[in-house]
């Protein structure tokens, strides 16, 4: 049996008590924390609140070659995720591929980055549209530094259907967990290059360290929040389309956006 359990958004307690079983009954644990990660714990606290070793996968030996799926023939494996094991990651392949071994599969689901946002950004959940993610710029074998604009088209196509983005900021082993500032400052030179008007006078929410006892929220627009503090990561972006009128009274009263766009809305 193969049981995928997602962590939660933050530290070790973030997990349910369903996860914690399961884990607790698991002949070996494996992890990966390439798509998302517990910020505020080590995997030693993982290991010692658990009582097992915890296995930590690369993103080849999870999307290449996952070799160790073959040990839950005969064993109870456990796979950890953060978040939400199915969201926003490519793990549907892991079960496609465990039932072509003969291999039960089972998900534990854990509180996910998808739906805190709703709550921390206060904007309603079902006016969300694509989501997209941003990319670290990366340079070209011309040595030219490409910047992707696929997050830019995914606003545009969301705000002509009336319809919030969420951006979700790369993790990369290399150059690092990107910010909110970072994100927007890419999405600005995108917009100064094209000049469609997208970024330029956005409203945004940027979000850090979602699940924590202080978590950031911050709206305003694009070119201000550009340059705010947001603190350590992870971090996220909503950009949001016209907003309804509890939605921007919400952005204004308790994320700090500036009450000049609650002018014109009907309540
Ligand atoms: C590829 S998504 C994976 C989502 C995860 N499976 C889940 O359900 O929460 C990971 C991205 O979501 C955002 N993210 C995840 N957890 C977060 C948190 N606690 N606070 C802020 N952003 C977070 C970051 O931008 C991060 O790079």
């Known amino acids: ?26 002949d070996m644990v494996f992890a990966e924390f390439y798509t998302s990660r517990l910020m505020g714990s080590s995997l030693e606290e993982l290991e010692s609140l658990y009582g097992k070793k915890v296995n930590l996968l ?31 990651t490519t793990h549907v392949d892991l079960r496609l591929r465990a039932k072509n071994l ?8 854990g ?42 088209d995914t606003i545009k196509l969301n705000k002509e259907h009336n319809m919030h983005t969420l951006v979700f900021l790369d993790i990369d082993k290399d150059k690092g967990y ?42 305003g627009y694009a070119h201000d929040l550009k340059d705010e503090d947001f603190g350590e990561p992870l971090h996220i972006l909503v950009i949001p389309a016209s907003l309804h009128f509890i939605e921007a009274e919400a952005l204004v009263g308790l994320l700090g956006a500036p009450s000049e766009i609650l002018e014109g809305l009907d309540d």
């Open 102 to 109: 003969g291999i039960e599969t089972k998900l534990i689901h």
């Open 111 to 152: 509180s996910s980055i998808a739906s805190a946002i709703c709550g921390l950004s206060c904007l309603q959940n079902y006016r969300f549209g694509k989501a997209s993610t941003i990319p670290h710029p990366y340079t070209s074998s011309r040595g030219v530094t490409v910047i992707s604009e696929t997050p830019y």
């Open 1 to 26: 049996m193969l049981t995928f359990i997602g962590l939660g958004l933050f530290d070790e307690k973030d997990i349910s008590l369903k996860g914690l079983e399961a884990i607790k009954n698991a």
């Open 178 to 219: 990107m910010t909110v500032n970072q994100a927007l400052s890419l999405l600005l030179q995108v917009e100064e290059k094209r000049g469609e008007g997208i970024m330029e006078n956005a409203i945004v929410v940027g979000i850090a360290r979602a699940g924590s006892e202080a978590p950031v929220v911050k709206a």
């Open 58 to 88: 690369l993103r080849e030996d999870v999307e290449i070659s996952p070799d160790w799926l073959a040990e839950a023939k005969d064993k109870n494996v456990a796979f950890l995720t953060g978040g939400d094991t199915m969201v926003s």
